[in-house]
């Protein structure tokens, strides 16, 4: 059977999902967005410019690949919703990424407005991929309040820390009956596979390779690292031993 990724009924081939912010110009996200190999990618609504061919949204158009507008810069259950309700209008779709801040220093989300925003945009019918903090029993309330994918962060935004608390990511990716997002943090391919091995669905980057040296070199990186780390969990990993075990029986071994 094909492995694939499924939300609000729409099929996605590829689990790793791209950003958009931080490229230094139109042709090097359009070739890290190919070599990326996405489907899907968020963009912040403040980049809409209606009725431009040159806009961002011509480029995904161009190539099949969807939007998924974001609240960035929201730091107020209010101030999401209305720049929601903006996004659905200027782009068509119910589909957004819920960001709630705290502050601007540490980006993190605020737990309170999160659940707060959450609950009323899927009142309002939007498909809620909610960002969140490492906090599985947050996960299992965003998703109680009907969310459709929850997007706990490895590190903080922007950071390349990788995942900081794997054990809280095994657990919300264990306990979820809906996508985890692996969102934030992620530094080099390594951390998107970890993310994959330890049960989580995708992953969502965007610095890692729009600020990378050679970000359409890296996008590749992504795309196979995340291949990989998918095939890995689904394969099961062999149990840690403190001891050696030999590959290969001892018996018939020449003796002298």
């Known amino acids: 059977m094909e492995d694939v990724l499924q939300i609000d009924g729409v099929t996605l081939g590829s689990r790793l999902i791209m950003g958009t912010g931080g490229a230094s110009n139109r042709q090097v996200l359009t070739d890290a967005l190919l070599a990326s190999g996405t489907e899907l990618t968020t963009v912040a609504l403040r980049r809409h410019h209606a009725g431009s061919d040159s806009s961002l949204f011509q480029l995904l158009a161009e190539h099949s690949i969807r939007p998924l507008p974001n609240t960035a810069g929201c730091f107020t259950v209010r101030e999401a919703v209305l720049t929601a309700e ?34 009323e ?22 998703e109680d309040l009907g969310v459709a994918a929850v997007m706990p962060l490895g590190s903080p935004i922007g950071s390349g820390l990788g995942i900081l608390n794997p054990h809280n990511i095994a657990q919300i990716a264990e ?70 075990l030999a590959s290969s029986s001892m018996l018939g071994r020449v003796e002298f």
């Open 175 to 244: 306990r979820a009956s809906i996508p985890v997002i692996l969102d934030a943090g992620i530094g080099t391919a390594s951390d998107a596979s970890l993310a994959m091995e330890l049960g989580c669905d995708a992953v969502l980057l965007a610095s890692a390779v729009t600020r990378a040296e050679n970000p359409a070199r890296m996008a590749a990186a992504f795309r196979h690292a995340v291949i990989a780390g998918r095939l890995a969990a689904l394969s099961g990993r062999i149990p840690r031993r403190q001891q050696a």
């Open 121 to 142: 945009l899927v009142r309002r019918g939007f498909v809620v991929f909610a960002y969140s903090n490492d906090d599985p029993v947050l996960a299992r309330r965003l």
């Open 86 to 119: 903006l996004a659905r209008e200027a782009l068509e779709t119910h589909w957004l990424k819920l960001e709630v801040i705290a502050d601007q220093d540490s980006l993190l989300p605020d737990p309170p407005e999160l659940l707060e925003a959450a609950e």
